[in-house]
């Protein structure tokens, strides 16, 4: 040992003390195995420090005859002890840490806890020399007084020492306690912290949600349920309603198709037959929109088969009109003519119907006539990089071949029948002098048009290759060397 540290051994031991918490500070969080061997080495030199002159932790501090040197080392043997505990807590976190996650910092802080508190007892036994069996008994009725005051509180900490053993959910989970539903952001000795849907943060105590029903919605992974229930007459036929709202979830692309989304009857009342739609998304973030997306598409599809929901029964299209009149009622794109042009129009649509994989309008053709769908699932599909992919499904009310009307283009998808499907078709030379006639239609048609071009070249481009920026070590290793 050098000769410095050798006369001065109480200076390099505080001194040692300094520069642990300098490096642990100084040292980012992200270089944690090396703060942890940095940590080692410095407990390593100092307890060599202090065994090397005299001053053993398991003993009394020496230099009884000087009151100030005494002191200093029962000190300097008590920060040993504390030193102590504090490494061997560090070096259980990593490992933990490397193995459980966050999800056991709960377990980790209880383990530190008791380790610091056999490191004080020690050097009170040790160092200090004294009676431990009484202090233990003092500290038990202490620790009954403290227990009855802080009764919850206890409850609390151990809830979450329960909770984190059994795992029923952990960091960024989401997951609903009792009706409260957010995603998991912290768990520590007293409580649950979620985050909410509408940004807002929900406190839980642990002791609440080791009793309250727990629904952990990322369990399993990658699989979020959602249901949309929905109320129509009771005079509606059950097997036109079901085949209806099976065409809505076949029509709503992002539902997963394992497991599979399915209808079921509810409750019947002399109101209203209630129907449930439950299926399954690929991501939590998705949930409202799909629902939203899979409600509109129940409600255009049961008025295709001409049932209505309750909630919408007042402005129903008449049962008096035709198929082809009632289509244009509920048309965005023609809902803007007269009365009498409807009737009109209505008059010069034929109907035409497409089973389930049957071309309607395929690609490169341009199209003398215009679709609008009236029932079933109509798929779109384009190709991009010599591969056929599906770009979107139409449901009641959409029209195809808008392109050949407008600009004589020719179609870019190919538009099949995903499902039984019914279509109107309007010929161009009868739509054309319409159009001209009406520019609101035609406005409204080329800004669908528009929209259209542009989903379809977002979704064909190939993506922009970022070139990769080579160093000399990239360079060296192209070359093996």
């Known amino acids: 040992m050098p000769s410095f540290i050798a006369d001065h051994p109480m200076l390099c031991a505080v001194a040692l003390i300094f520069i642990d918490i300098a490096v642990w500070r100084l040292i980012s969080v992200n270089l944690a195995n090396w703060k942890l061997a940095a940590r080692l080495a410095i407990f390593a030199v100092y307890s060599a420090v202090l065994f090397n002159d005299g001053m053993n932790p398991m003993q009394l501090a020496p230099y009884a005859d000087n009151t100030a040197l005494h002191l200093a080392a029962t000190a300097l043997q008590i920060g040993w ?62 620790a009954i007084i403290v227990g ?39 768990i520590d000795w007293r409580a649950t912290r979620l985050q909410t849907s509408q940004g807002n943060m929900a406190v839980i105590p642990n002791s609440l949600a080791a009793k309250a029903k727990i629904i952990n919605f990322s369990r399993p992974a990658d699989v979020f349920g959602l ?3 929905l109320q129509v007459s009771p005079h509606a036929r059950p097997q036109t309603v079901i085949e209806a709202l099976e065409r809505a979830m076949q029509g709503c692309r992002p539902l997963l198709v394992k497991p599979a989304p ?36 129940a409600f255009r599809h049961l008025q295709a088969a001409g049932v209505s929901l309750l909630s919408a029964s007042e402005g129903s299209v008449p049962l008096a009109l035709s198929g082809a009149r009632a289509l244009l009622e509920r048309s965005s794109i023609f809902s803007t003519l007269r009365q009498d042009e409807k009737d009109t129009f209505s008059q010069n649509m034929t109907l035409h119907s497409y089973r389930a994989g049957e071309m309607i309008l395929p690609s490169g053709q341009v199209s003398d006539h215009l679709f609008i769908v009236e029932s079933g699932v109509v798929s779109v599909m384009l190709i991009k990089g010599g591969h056929t992919f599906e770009a979107g499904r139409m449901g009641p009310g959409e029209v195809i071949g808008e392109a050949g009307i407008l600009s004589d283009r020719a179609t870019l998808a190919d538009f099949s029948a995903k499902t039984f499907c019914t279509l109107y078709r309007i010929e161009k030379a009868y739509l054309k002098p319409c159009l001209d006639a009406r520019h609101d239609i035609s406005e409204a048609m080329k800004a669908l048009l528009d929209l259209r071009l542009h989903t379809a070249q977002a ?8 070139p990769v920026k080579k160093g000399f070590l990239q360079w060296l290793r192209s070359r093996g060397l």
């Not at 409850?155 to 609903?176: A, C, E, H, M, R």
């Not at 129907?275 to 598409?297: C, H, T, W």
């Open 459 to 466: 979704l064909t481009q190939d993506a922009p290759v970022v």
């Open 227 to 229: 249901a949309v229930s």
């Open 81 to 142: 002890w504390l030193f102590a505990a504090r490494t061997l807590t560090v070096l259980l976190g990593t490992v933990m840490m490397q193995r459980v996650g966050h999800g056991g910092r709960l377990l980790q802080d209880l383990m530190g806890a008791v380790i610091f508190l056999i490191a004080i007892i020690a050097a009170m036994a040790y160092v200090l020399d004294l009676p431990v069996k009484g202090v233990l008994a003092t500290s038990g009725a202490v």
């Open 148 to 186: 009855l005051a802080l009764q919850s509180t206890l409850s609390d900490v151990f809830s979450g020492i329960v909770l984190n053993t059994t795992k029923p959910y952990q960091l960024d989970d989401w997951i609903s306690i009792d009706g409260t539903e957010g995603r998991v952001t912290d």
């Open 262 to 297: 399915s209808v079921a009857f509810k409750t019947s009342a002399s109101g209203g037959v209630e129907y449930e739609i439950s299926g399954f998304v690929p991501a939590m973030g998705i949930k409202r929109e799909v629902r939203n997306q899979l409600y509109d598409l």
